[in-house]
């Protein structure tokens, strides 16, 4: 931290020119002069004013599992890290090649929805309603930054513990924009809250966030799923395990890491998000398992990992030891008289009747 501090203030003529550079970008949207376009369908973005880390991915997998009961829902994402260019549809290999890891996990997940990937969301979502002609509501992640489109909901995610009105932009902190980017959301919440948070710092973070009338705050939390067989050493349903050799390739696996601790003892060989695992990265975690102690012992990753992990044929290294995969997902706090599933249902609601109307010429555009 030390390190990173005196960094930090040797790189603050950077940080105030990145400021400059990232304001007049974001004035001339304001202002029109760069373009912005809402698209001929409802949308709901969700995206962050810092550098990741806040369970953008559990959000939108809630929201497409909520929506989905309901409408046809779809999922535009950016496609980080995918080996495929321009506009790619998922073709039912759920190949994080073609999609990148996080769509791909989305894909395998939620077959019932669209999944796909472009860099221009505009361009993107003309394409899916080409391939789709009944698509209603469409998922875009990543979108506070993006601001080319403007979302019918935008969904600003903040770190309970890094909470965005206590840094600075970077690298001064994490921050990718100024703390006034919050005022451009309808939804402001606040993730990775302790599941048995107290009220008054509910109340404090909320006066702290300091919402606009237009604005709702709700508290999420991680909750996770059981474990299950990513490969045919792994048993159907276990319980719990003795010992853990967890590894994972996301931005905070602190979470994860401190629920795997409740019932085994957790070893952890953490690498980069997204990172893209080596013949010597499996050895490595082949290894550290190998001389870990004797008992009913299993090697625990998450699913965004396995989204990754099934394209790459390094992976049958792990055959002969038992691999599980964990589902990240969120539930939420209850702060208010109305909760974070019936906003948006009634937001979407509206929205998807308006579109219907306009589509078969009953109503005019406002």
């Known amino acids: 931290m030390k390190a990173r501090a005196i960094l930090a203030y040797l790189l603050f003529p950077l940080t105030m020119w990145y ?9 001339l949207f304001d202002i029109g002069i760069l373009p912005q376009q809402t698209p001929a369908v409802t949308t709901i973005g969700i995206g962050n004013l810092s550098f990741g880390g806040t369970g953008k991915t559990p959000h939108v997998e809630h929201l497409i599992r909520h929506l989905s009961r309901s409408y046809t829902t779809a999922m535009l994402s950016r496609g980080y890290r995918r080996k495929s260019k321009g506009y790619q549809i998922d073709d039912g290999s759920h190949s994080a090649q073609l999609l990148g890891d996080e769509a791909a996990m989305v894909a395998n997940k939620f077959p019932e929805a669209t999944v796909a990937v472009c860099k221009n969301r505009l361009r993107g979502i003309e ?28 969904i600003m995610l903040t770190d309970f513990h890094h909470p965005f009105y206590n840094d600075l932009i970077c690298p001064f902190g994490n921050l990718r924009e100024s703390r006034l980017g919050k005022h451009r959301a309808n939804i ?31 508290f999420s939390y ?25 590894f994972t390739g996301i931005a905070d696996a602190k979470p994860l890491i401190e629920h795997l601790k ?29 001389k870990m102690p004797e008992g009913n012992n299993a090697i625990v990753t998450t699913d965004k990992d396995m989204a990754r992990l099934r394209d790459n044929p390094h992976f049958a290294l792990l055959n002969e030891i038992p691999v599980y995969s964990i589902g990240i997902n969120v539930a939420f706090h209850k702060t208010s008289s109305q909760s974070f599933d019936d906003a948006i249902t ?21």
């Not at 002609?133 to 935008?154: E, G």
């Not at 048995?196 to 237009?214: G, L, W």
């Open 19 to 27: 400021s400059i550079v990232v304001g007049i970008r974001n004035l």
């Open 127 to 154: 394409r899916m309603q080409q391939d789709r002609k009944n698509i209603q509501v469409v998922v875009l992640d990543d979108v506070m930054q993006h601001r080319f489109i403007v979302p019918t909901i935008t």
């Open 188 to 218: 402001i919440i606040v993730t990775k809250t302790p599941e048995d948070v107290d009220p008054i710092t509910i109340h404090n973070m909320t006066d702290a966030i300091k919402a606009r009338t237009y604005q709702k705050v709700f």
């Open 222 to 246: 991680m909750t996770y799923s059981a474990y299950a067989p990513a490969n045919t050493a792994a048993r159907s349903n276990p319980s719990k395990f003795d010992n853990i050799l967890c």
């Open 262 to 290: 409740k019932n085994s003892t957790v070893q952890h060989i953490g690498f980069a998000d997204h990172h893209e695992f080596s013949k010597s990265d499996i050895k490595q975690i082949a290894t550290a398992f190998s």
């Open 346 to 366: 009634a937001i979407v609601k509206e929205n998807v009747s308006l579109h219907s109307l306009l589509t078969n010429g009953q109503a005019k555009r406002p």
